[in-house]
């Protein structure tokens, strides 16, 4: 009979304790870390122009195959606002790989940056049209930054949209847009 009564108390004070848990217990969310700011929902486009190109066959490999590209231009993204960027990345004129692809976004009312670095891609030329674009979307990452954005991190996808200048002779901006996460410890 004691035994029995023991159980039961046991059984009793478990019951109580965790109901006590339940009404005054921690939530099972995830505690926001004081001081950074996530934009879940970070979106945007720019876009850009070819400003050079040329050999660099320390970072991009042996030329004439393979050659560094640069670009410029501007845009937005719900983040910082109105931006302009500067991107360069190794192209390989044969296979159409470009690869080591750094962009440097600066908003354009507070000067503050972020870097982005780029997983390597395919750039897909239509011929019949000279349209450039990407084969599928693009992984990329925030590589920090300056000002309040220094230390940032986050990633995302992309894609990009332009045309080939060696195909019709015209020479456009490029369009690029993306998605992603962003995040920043607040100054």
Known sequence: MRTIK???TLITLAGVISLVGL???TSSKAAANPGVTVNTHWKGY???SPTGAGPNVARCGDFPENVEV???GSGIDNQGGILTNVVSACLNTTTQIVKDLKATDTFTATGDQIFIESDPFVQVVNPSNCVVSTSHAIGFRVAGGTGKYAGATGQGRYE????DA???GVTIPNTVWF???FQYQQP
């Open 179 to 181: 998605e992603g996460i």
């Open 46 to 48: 720019a876009s850009f």
């Open 23 to 25: 009404v005054y217990g």
């Open 70 to 72: 640069h670009f410029a």
């Open 160 to 163: 990009i949209a332009g045309n």
């Open 6 to 8: 023991l159980t039961l």
């Open 166 to 168: 060696a195909c019709n």
